[in-house]
């Protein structure tokens, strides 16, 4: 009886054994699990990501509702990574939720466009504009906005003709757009953007931040008696174009305001390069020359005129491209004749050249059929302290626009090579970004006088001549006035 009670022992002592060897083999068998990280740190183990995924999306209805989508996403920064592993605590889709939902932002599906940087020259030299990027939930409110962007900048009924195909043929002058693109590239990615991103559901509120660069109010301006665009716009640093564009309501600077009228400031910081090619065809006045010959008979100072001036009729064909509204560069193409010039010959007493520029009489600078590509004034928040002049090629000559003494003739970086002639009567005009120059510091020369050639040295976007006229000497506070006011 004692041996079977110690067999009975033996035998439940070896199953005992058994079960636990078992048991403790079932503890280490492998188990498929998801590890999950929160910005790299361990966050815990689920059985199921696609749990995960359902618990969090009808969690976050709110998200839904705000952006009018029909999912919500996880995290960027949630990795969820399958492991095999061993006797790992098991965490709830709720347990993990918790843990996220106050740390990190869900995302949406949607698309990021990168508006690549364009180079922009500057007084301080060439500057690489940052990349511009932008979230929305449908490609389709980029498409419109970047087309209100263009209509910006760009007749939106000529746009419209050049988009259909429906331009009418120039038959004798006229204006046709031959292209109108985007300067910047631009890389849309489909992906998942996080809420705490600003994201722009309207077209409206992306054309306005494609504009403006921003979404805040712009600042507005109470007409007051006597207010017209152009003073409204000189006095608060913009230029016209830019008034246009920030109070869209007007179509031309000749548009009338009154008193109490609200209008806006915004300065526009596009976002864009917008660029349109045009092929011109104008009629043009080309004013007649006037030529000298001197006699040693008559008295210094006077003058006889021996045959009379007549203007000529040009027509002429040019290329232009303008980048947001602005010329930036004129390709002549041909010039026909209309009516030709007759020159002005004058007989004048002996010739004496004076240093002393008239301040009533002002010679152009420039050879005929020219085109002013950018005039004096504002312009995006910097003063055009000058007019551009473009169209009469490079090479053509630059002359004197009175008499005077040439103050400064050298070469910089911004202007290239530059004139300063001070005309002694408190006057100094300026010249910049020739091809060469003809004139040395100290020289007198006369109105009229080939100072210099037409180029597109320093900072140039296209063959064109700066000009300006200072009341004083531009390097010790002249200011800066409109040429145009001369002529």
Not at 216 to 241: A, C, H, M
Not at 259 to 277: C, D, F, M, R
Not at 307 to 312: I, Y
Not at 371 to 395: A, E, M, Q, T
Request: charged share 20%; hydrophobic share 35%.
């Amino acid at each position: 009886m004692k041996i079977k009670t110690i067999l009975c022992t033996i035998l439940a002592l070896v199953i005992s054994s058994l079960v636990f060897f078992v048991d403790s083999q079932k503890a280490y068998d492998p188990q498929e699990l998801y590890h999950v990280y929160l910005d790299g740190e361990s966050i815990g183990h689920i059985t199921s990501k696609t749990e995960l995924e359902k618990y969090i999306d009808k969690e976050e209805e709110h998200i839904k509702e705000q952006y009018n989508v029909d999912k919500v996403y996880i995290p960027n920064n949630l990795d969820i990574v399958k492991e095999i592993t061993y006797n790992e605590k098991v965490y709830s889709a709720k347990n993990i939720y918790e843990q996220i939902k106050d740390k990190s932002s869900f995302t949406i599906a949607g698309y990021t466009i990168t508006i690549k940087g364009t180079e922009e020259m500057t007084e301080e030299g060439t500057v690489q504009n940052d990349d511009i990027i932008i979230n929305v939930l449908d490609k389709q409110v980029f498409i419109d906005a970047v087309n209100n962007t263009i209509k910006a900048f760009v007749d939106e009924e000529e746009y419209s003709d050049y988009l259909a195909n429906q331009q009418e043929k120039i038959t004798d002058t006229g204006t046709i757009i031959e292209d109108v693109y985007i300067k910047n590239d631009i890389l849309i990615k489909e992906n998942n953007i996080s809420t705490k991103n600003d994201i722009f559901l309207t077209s409206e509120d992306l054309s306005k931040y494609l504009l403006f660069g921003t979404l805040d109010e712009q600042e507005k301006y109470v007409v007051k008696p006597g207010d017209t665009i152009e003073s409204v716009s000189f006095n608060n640093r913009l230029s016209v174009g830019e008034f246009l564009i920030a109070n869209d309501e007007f179509s031309s600077a000749d548009n009338l305001l009154y008193s109490g009228q609200v209008v806006t400031l915004g300065v526009i910081k596009p976002a864009l390069k917008v660029v349109e090619e045009d092929y011109v065809v104008t009629v043009e006045t080309t004013n007649y020359t006037i030529s000298y010959q001197d006699d040693d008979t008559l008295p210094i100072g006077m003058e006889i005129i021996q045959q009379k001036g007549e203007n000529g009729t040009n027509k002429v064909t040019r290329r232009i491209q303008t980048v947001n509204g602005d010329i930036t560069n004129v390709e002549p193409i041909s010039q026909e004749i209309i009516k030709p010039t007759v020159e002005q010959i004058v007989i004048r007493g002996q010739k004496y050249v004076s240093n002393i520029g008239n301040p009533k009489v002002w010679f152009w600078p420039t050879a005929n059929n020219y085109v002013i590509s950018s005039p004096f004034g504002w312009r995006w928040g910097k003063l055009h302290n000058g007019v551009d002049i473009s169209g009469c090629g490079y090479g053509s000559p630059i002359y004197a626009a009175n008499n005077g003494e040439v103050y400064v003739a050298e070469w910089s970086d911004y202007n290239g090579y530059y004139i300063f002639l001070n005309h002694n009567n408190g006057y100094y005009s300026a010249y910049g970004h020739m091809s060469a120059l003809n004139v040395k510091p100290g020289q007198i020369v006369e109105a009229g006088q080939i100072i210099g050639y037409m180029g597109e040295t320093g900072f140039a976007m296209g063959v064109h001549l700066h000009f300006g006229i200072y009341d004083g000497n531009p390097n010790r506070g002249g200011t800066a006035i409109n040429p145009l006011q001369f002529y």
